[in-house]
């Protein structure tokens, strides 16, 4: 069993940056990859950004150069650090992973950027 938990989102400017983390617990072992996705309204959720143990990354073509993912495993927390932030960033964040064959998803956090 693995709950996570997101925090970080809130309100900000056109051009601005936010920081997200997402914090794993409850899993006897390490979670192998963790993900951050995003559901706008009348959209569907779509992948933003991965990151695996070896701390290889994948992002979305949408945010790459603007967004950064990264992890501590020690602490089992994962990041996001958004820059450059544009209006159509806007959406509910969600920390995503699989463990022992099981999605997981933390409670979402909204991200809104304003024009």
């Known amino acids: 069993q693995v709950q996570l938990v997101e925090f970080g989102g809130g309100l900000v400017q056109s051009g601005g940056s936010l920081r997200l983390s997402c914090a794993a617990s409850?899993?006897?072992?390490?979670?192998?990859?963790m993900d951050w996705y995003r559901q706008a309204p009348g959209k569907q959720r779509e992948s933003v950004a991965s990151?695996?143990?070896?701390?290889?990354?994948n992002y979305a073509d949408s945010v790459k150069g603007r967004f950064t993912i990264s992890r501590d495993n020690g602490k089992n927390t994962m990041y996001l650090q958004m820059n450059s932030l544009k209006p159509e960033d806007t959406a509910v964040y969600y920390c995503h992973t699989i463990f022992r064959s099981r999605h997981y998803w933390g409670q979402g956090t909204q991200v809104t950027v304003s024009s």
């Open positions: 409850g899993s006897g072992t390490s979670i192998l990859a």
């Open positions: 990151i695996f143990s070896s701390s290889t990354t």
